[in-house]
Protein backbone atom coordinates (compact mmCIF):
# COMPACT_ATOMS: atom_id res chain seq x y z
CA UNK A 1 0.00 0.00 0.00
CA UNK A 2 1.78 3.25 -0.64
CA UNK A 3 -0.82 6.47 -0.28
CA UNK A 4 -1.19 9.51 1.59
CA UNK A 5 -2.41 7.49 4.13
CA UNK A 6 1.02 5.46 4.35
CA UNK A 7 3.63 8.09 4.94
CA UNK A 8 5.94 5.96 7.66
CA UNK A 9 9.58 6.41 6.85
CA UNK A 10 9.05 9.50 4.26
CA UNK A 11 11.18 12.40 4.66
CA UNK A 12 10.90 16.25 3.47
CA UNK A 13 7.13 16.54 5.16
CA UNK A 14 7.96 18.90 7.73
CA UNK A 15 8.14 19.17 11.34
CA UNK A 16 4.98 17.37 13.64
CA UNK A 17 3.26 20.08 15.64
CA UNK A 18 3.14 19.03 18.75
CA UNK A 19 0.14 21.02 20.69
CA UNK A 20 1.19 21.39 24.59
CA UNK A 21 -1.66 20.28 26.56
CA UNK A 22 -3.67 19.63 24.04
CA UNK A 23 -7.31 18.69 24.10
CA UNK A 24 -8.45 15.24 23.56
CA UNK A 25 -11.44 16.95 21.10
CA UNK A 26 -10.89 20.54 19.31
CA UNK A 27 -14.14 21.09 19.14
CA UNK A 28 -17.72 19.22 20.31
CA UNK A 29 -18.15 18.00 16.55
CA UNK A 30 -14.97 16.13 16.90
CA UNK A 31 -16.25 13.85 20.30
CA UNK A 32 -19.52 13.51 17.97
CA UNK A 33 -17.44 11.71 15.07
CA UNK A 34 -15.73 9.65 17.86
CA UNK A 35 -18.64 8.32 19.13
CA UNK A 36 -20.67 7.52 15.83
CA UNK A 37 -17.75 5.64 14.70
CA UNK A 38 -16.67 4.12 17.79
CA UNK A 39 -20.38 3.10 17.99
CA UNK A 40 -20.26 1.72 14.54
CA UNK A 41 -16.82 -0.32 14.67
CA UNK A 42 -18.21 -2.42 17.60
CA UNK A 43 -22.02 -2.92 15.75
CA UNK A 44 -21.73 -2.66 11.91
CA UNK A 45 -18.43 -1.91 10.57
CA UNK A 46 -15.37 -3.65 11.47
CA UNK A 47 -12.10 -1.45 12.22
CA UNK A 48 -10.65 -2.77 8.69
CA UNK A 49 -13.24 -2.00 7.18
CA UNK A 50 -13.39 1.59 8.37
CA UNK A 51 -9.51 2.10 7.78
CA UNK A 52 -9.79 0.85 4.33
CA UNK A 53 -12.80 3.61 3.52
CA UNK A 54 -10.10 6.01 5.17
CA UNK A 55 -7.69 4.69 2.79
CA UNK A 56 -10.03 5.48 -0.22
CA UNK A 57 -10.56 9.22 0.46
CA UNK A 58 -8.71 11.31 -2.26
CA UNK A 59 -5.42 11.90 -1.44
CA UNK A 60 -5.68 15.71 -1.79
CA UNK A 61 -8.76 15.40 0.31
CA UNK A 62 -6.99 13.48 2.92
CA UNK A 63 -3.84 15.45 3.21
CA UNK A 64 -5.98 18.94 3.82
CA UNK A 65 -8.22 16.55 6.31
CA UNK A 66 -8.18 16.86 9.98
CA UNK A 67 -7.86 13.45 11.77
CA UNK A 68 -11.29 13.82 12.66
CA UNK A 69 -12.73 15.03 9.18
CA UNK A 70 -11.10 11.81 7.97
CA UNK A 71 -12.80 9.63 10.46
CA UNK A 72 -15.86 11.28 9.33
CA UNK A 73 -15.09 11.09 5.46
CA UNK A 74 -14.77 7.23 5.94
CA UNK A 75 -17.74 7.13 8.39
CA UNK A 76 -19.91 8.77 5.80
CA UNK A 77 -18.68 6.66 2.70
CA UNK A 78 -19.28 3.15 4.80
CA UNK A 79 -22.93 4.39 5.38
CA UNK A 80 -23.79 5.23 1.68
CA UNK A 81 -22.22 2.19 0.60
CA UNK A 82 -23.91 0.17 2.93
CA UNK A 83 -27.09 2.05 1.61
CA UNK A 84 -28.22 3.28 4.83
CA UNK A 85 -27.52 7.01 3.78
CA UNK A 86 -27.67 8.56 0.61
CA UNK A 87 -24.99 11.20 -0.43
CA UNK A 88 -28.13 13.58 -0.55
CA UNK A 89 -29.67 12.90 2.64
CA UNK A 90 -26.13 13.66 4.09
CA UNK A 91 -25.91 16.62 2.30
CA UNK A 92 -29.41 17.89 3.21
CA UNK A 93 -28.25 17.92 6.69
CA UNK A 94 -24.61 19.39 6.17
CA UNK A 95 -26.97 22.11 4.86
CA UNK A 96 -29.22 21.89 8.07
CA UNK A 97 -26.51 22.24 10.42
CA UNK A 98 -25.08 24.90 8.87
CA UNK A 99 -28.25 27.02 9.11
CA UNK A 100 -28.89 26.37 12.51
CA UNK A 101 -25.20 27.76 13.12
CA UNK A 102 -25.83 31.23 11.97
Known amino acids: MNGPHDL ?3 QGLG ?3 I ?12 AKV ?4 FATFSTFFPVDETRHAAERIPAGEYLSASYYERWLAALE ?3 TEHGWLTPAEIEDRITHLRQ ?3
Not at 19 to 30: C, M
Not at 34 to 37: G, N, P
Open 19 to 30: EENEPVFHSAWE
Open 77 to 79: LLL
Open 34 to 37: FAMS
Open 8 to 10: GGM
Open 15 to 17: AIP
Open 100 to 102: TES
